[in-house]
């Protein structure tokens, strides 16, 4: 009853907890994974259908469409980031707890990663053998994905949270978050393209790493001031 | 008695249309405040900003004496906020939720969990998972948080929604007790409130409406005008101590 009694709040614990809490959700319902990495796979399996199944013109685009099916399937996987919580009243009362929100936002937006992100990252390499991509190619897919991912997820989520509170987000949330996604797909790509002709990539990765801190440190504040104005709404 | 919340000339205009305004009341411990008044005069709204969740208001709002926007974390710290939605995941059982609340605030062991729980009548219903529960259970489960969370300012917007007439008896006495130790409620609700303690009551929109009657004899007065001279009345019901 007295302030001493709280003394024991720990951010930390519910950076934990939230994080158990959207895992435990999320492997409730297995939809929510398999949905983006079905999209991904169908996408780009497609390419080969549609296209053309020759395997010179198709090592050519592997990279370019690797990324763009990956970029996509992260973007339909957005609109459920806030939604379940805006709608159940759960996004109030972390918005009204004791901690930083940026942090818990900064929880939610590591599950979103570890559920869609990341299988998407590990399933890429297998798709690329389907793509022909050239064999010096699949190290620096992976890394840029590894590195490129989790910026989709932390600047999709200032879409997300920006549009949370409106009734029919449709194809806002795409039109607000696809031009800050253009810089993370042509340095990603381009590292891929620039590994499969022999030439050096560090420069491509310096750029996606320095994309990455930049969005690990602004996003999630963003996001946190994004949620407030949309519960004001 | 200390006081716990005050507000002072609190206004606030939801779509240009002005549901209070010059609003002031004070809070101290021990204190049950109601906020009464018909749907769609503000109450939820007055909630939500003495919460801390609509930032751009007018008026100032102190807790013990402190203007809360000078230290956001400390108010938070001592608020216990159930707002209109339970805030309740449907995927997980009543006790996953609980902790989930736990984890923001102070730890709980599994039995204090399953104390919380046995108060709001939800024992047997630990495991499930809260989508097999009735829209009254969802509640029960956001107010077994009561139980769990030693915050001294409860705010609680409807709380007796969908809850049997034993289970609001029993939140009564449960609020009457949070006043009795010291503590502070806040709450709206349609209920006659019978509490052992004085109530203090808030009515929104009350004026509005006599004038509006008023209003009708003479079409020239603009209602909008009216709410903002005196929108809002506070008496004491003095039910015995």
Same mark, same amino acid.
């Given at each position: ?233 | ?75 938070? %710290?001592? +608020? @216990? ?5 339970? =805030?309740?995941?449907?995927? &997980? !059982?009543?006790?996953? #939720? $609980? ?72 939140? %009564?006495? +449960? @609020? ?5 130790? =010291?503590?502070?409620?806040? &709450? !709206?609700?349609?209920? #006659? $409130? ?48």
């Amino acid at each position: 009853m007295t302030d001493s009694s709280v003394g024991q709040i720990s951010t930390w614990r519910a950076f934990t907890g939230t994080l158990k809490r959207d895992l435990l959700l999320v492997f409730r319902r297995r939809s929510d994974i398999v949905n983006p990495l079905l999209f991904f796979s169908i996408a780009v399996t497609l390419f080969p259908l549609g296209i053309s199944p020759e395997p010179e013109f198709l090592s050519n685009i592997a990279a370019g469409v690797l990324w763009v099916c990956a970029l996509l399937a992260t973007l339909l996987s957005l609109d459920s980031l806030f939604q379940q919580d805006m709608a159940d009243g759960s996004l109030e009362q972390l918005v009204i707890s004791p901690h930083p929100l940026f942090i818990l936002v900064l929880s939610k937006v590591l599950v979103h990663w570890l559920v869609t992100g990341l299988p998407l990252t590990l399933l890429a390499p297998l798709l690329a053998v389907m793509m022909f991509l050239p064999d010096e190619g699949f190290g620096t897919l992976f890394i840029t994905l590894l590195l490129g991912t989790p910026t989709l997820s932390l600047i999709g989520a200032i879409g997300a949270a920006l549009t949370v509170g409106l009734r029919k987000t449709g194809v806002l949330l795409t039109l607000l978050i696809l031009p800050l996604y253009i810089p993370i797909l042509i340095f990603g790509t381009g590292a891929v393209m620039a590994t499969s002709n022999g030439m050096a990539v560090g420069g491509h990765l310096a750029i996606l790493g320095a994309m990455f801190l930049i969005a690990l440190v602004m996003a999630p504040l963003a996001a946190g001031a994004a949620l407030k104005i949309s519960l004001n709404g | 008695m200390q006081e716990l919340l005050s507000g002072q000339n609190l206004a606030c205009e939801r779509d240009d249309r002005l549901l209070f305004s010059e609003l002031s009341f004070s809070l101290s411990c021990g204190d049950v405040l109601q906020i009464a008044g018909p749907n769609g005069t503000g109450k939820t709204t007055l909630l939500r900003m003495l919460a801390g969740l609509l930032p751009d208001y007018e008026g100032e709002i102190c807790f013990k004496g402190q203007p809360v926007l000078e230290d956001p974390e400390r108010f938070r %710290e001592n +608020l @216990l906020y159930i707002g209109h939605h339970p =805030g309740i995941k449907l995927n &997980l !059982t009543p006790e996953e #939720n $609980l902790r989930w609340y736990q984890a923001l605030y102070r730890p709980a062991s599994a039995e204090q969990i399953h104390y919380a729980l046995a108060r709001v009548k939800l024992t047997g219903y630990e495991d499930v998972p809260c989508y097999t529960l009735s829209a009254g259970q969802h509640r029960r489960v956001a107010l077994a948080r009561l139980f769990l969370h030693p915050a001294p300012l409860w705010i609680l917007d409807e709380p007796f929604t969908a809850i049997d007439q034993g289970g609001v008896k029993e939140i %009564e006495q +449960l @609020l009457a007790d949070h006043a009795r130790q =010291g503590g502070g409620v806040i &709450l !709206t609700t349609h209920h #006659n $409130l019978s509490l052992p303690a004085e109530l203090k009551v808030i009515t929104l929109g009350q004026s509005r409406q006599q004038k509006e009657s008023f209003h009708e004899k003479d079409s020239q007065l603009n209602t909008e005008q009216v709410t903002e001279q005196d929108p809002f009345t506070v008496d004491q019901r003095g039910e015995h101590d």
